[in-house]
């Protein structure tokens, strides 16, 4: 089959009405649905050639797929089976094959049973009825940037691929997933907030409007495993989200207006960008904050840009991260930062003694612009 | 997250992170991300205002006078230049500029 064919074959009825409309500039009345025969030949879960049902040589050597038999069922098939061998006298009769009840394909039709021959599930995806593979829903940072656990002290780690993109699936499909993961998400927020209301007006229906709705209710999940079972984890995962979502957008908005002529350097280009980011992305984060009911100061474990002292030493001396949640610092920067850097040795040696500090940079800056400095071993 | 109420500053270091915001974000001051949905012009000058009144003693009342004066001359500028095509939006910063600096004088006063 050519190129050619394999196209005109999934085009819908309306698309071919169209098709027709811009090249005649009629509208066709009512487009008759296309149907095509379907090669019974063939097993229509997998593509694969089979022999055809009914025939002599299929009741001789009856082969039957691994996963056909999965899928149907031994005491289905072995009906099947029955039927067939019973119709075997009349030869022209065959039985269709599962799922295919007439033999006609009619490509407008979106039936669940239909799968693309050169179909293969994903190897990887999560088993059990939850809805499908799996979305991009990390809940701690040891998912978030990979290795971390097993990782040496003060090693760096960048991001893992695609953490922070829900439409990694192809975008007939995304919709749907992206529905099932906000239930399951609102599902586990009223697991562990029983009286937990949804505030919203109703259900969005494009990409763009659910995406964002998901990430809110994220955020309402992370905070409710914070504040009633003291949870942070999540918390600082959906905060990196958040703080990475936020310097991007303001990073760009910076450098436009800096392009612009509007915003006007105090010293450099750099230090003037950086420093509108620093301020806006702290801002967002105290919005944020407040909207999630979390509370922030200096005696808790959530602190935006607070004193960090190092009382280890004869002169008390402090760091300023951006942010902190429990053993994480944070700190938005447009440079490089590694442990050869004064101010990240600085947050390592602070009194609160983090784990590891993220050092969140605008993705426009290139690949593994984010990323995680574990604690160096003495 | 609860409906949107906007965050009032309470220091100066807070006021001048939300200077540094409204610089990125004027004239409209909207939300595009759906975290803070219902933000505005109107929000984020109460916000501003708020934030002024929280450090009037901090600053004193000369500086407290000359900051509200330029908060109120902003929002005229920013309102009247809502696409940020004209001169509204340039002077609507340099209002911002004006502000930080008074500030920055004001904390460097407070810490000496």
Not at chain 1, 45 to 70: D, E, H, M, W, Y
Request: hydrophobic share 35%; with cysteine; net charge positive.
């Amino acid at each position: 089959m050519s190129d050619r064919d394999s196209k005109t074959e999934y085009k819908s009825a309306e698309r071919i009405a169209f098709d027709h409309y811009l090249r005649t500039g009629r509208i066709l009345s009512s487009p008759t649905p296309l149907e095509r025969k379907f090669n019974p030949y063939h097993d229509p879960r997998n593509g694969q050639f089979t022999f055809a049902p009914g025939g002599p040589r299929s009741l001789a050597n009856v082969a039957i797929s691994r996963q056909k038999r999965s899928l149907v069922g031994e005491h289905k098939l072995s009906n099947n089976i029955g039927r067939a061998a019973g119709n075997a006298s009349s030869a022209t009769q065959s039985i269709p094959p599962p799922g295919m009840p007439e033999a006609v394909y009619r490509p407008d039709e979106n039936r669940a049973d239909f799968q693309l021959t050169q179909y293969k599930p994903n190897p990887r995806a999560r088993v059990g009825g939850n809805g499908g593979p799996p979305l991009n829903d990390p809940m701690t940072l040891e998912r978030v940037f990979p290795g971390i656990s097993a990782a040496r002290g003060g090693s760096m780690l960048s991001l893992a691929d695609n953490i922070f993109d829900l439409t990694g699936p192809s975008n007939r499909l995304t919709l749907s997933l992206m529905t099932d993961h906000v239930n399951l998400i609102i599902e586990q927020i009223r697991k562990i907030d029983p009286q937990y209301k949804l505030n919203t007006l109703g259900f969005p229906s494009t990409i763009e409007g659910l995406e964002n709705l998901t990430s809110t209710w994220r955020l309402d999940r992370a905070s409710a495993f914070y504040l009633a079972r003291n949870e942070i984890r999540p918390l600082q995962v959906e905060v990196l989200r958040f703080l990475q979502e936020k310097t991007d957008i303001e990073y760009a908005k910076s450098v436009k207006l800096f392009n612009d002529g509007k915003l006007v350097p105090r010293f450099s280009r750099e230090e003037a960008i950086g420093n509108q980011v620093d301020r806006a992305v702290r801002f967002e984060l105290r919005k944020l904050y407040q909207g999630l009911d979390i509370a922030t100061n200096a005696n808790g474990p959530i602190r935006i840009i607070g004193r960090e002292y190092d009382t280890s030493g004869s002169d008390k001396s402090y760091r300023i991260p951006d942010a902190r949640i429990a053993n994480i610092a944070f700190d938005v920067s447009l440079t490089k930062k590694t442990l050869g850097t004064a101010q990240i040795r600085g947050f390592f040696n602070a009194d609160f003694s983090p784990d590891a500090v993220v050092i969140v940079r605008p993705r426009q800056l290139g690949v593994n612009s984010t990323y995680i400095i574990t604690r160096p071993r003495k | 997250m609860k409906p949107y109420a906007p965050y009032i500053p309470l220091n100066i270091s807070e006021i001048m992170d939300l200077l540094g915001w409204m610089m990125l974000n004027a004239p409209k001051f909207e939300d595009d991300t759906g975290y803070f949905a219902g933000q505005n012009i109107e929000t984020e000058f109460l916000a501003l205002n708020g934030g002024l009144s929280n450090i009037r003693k901090k600053v004193g009342e000369e500086a407290y006078q000359a900051l509200i004066t330029i908060s109120d001359k902003m929002r005229e500028h920013f309102e009247a230049d809502p696409d940020d095509v004209g001169a509204g939006g340039r002077e609507g910063r340099t209002c911002i500029r004006e502000m930080e600096d008074i500030l920055i004088a004001s904390a460097r006063r407070k810490s000496r």
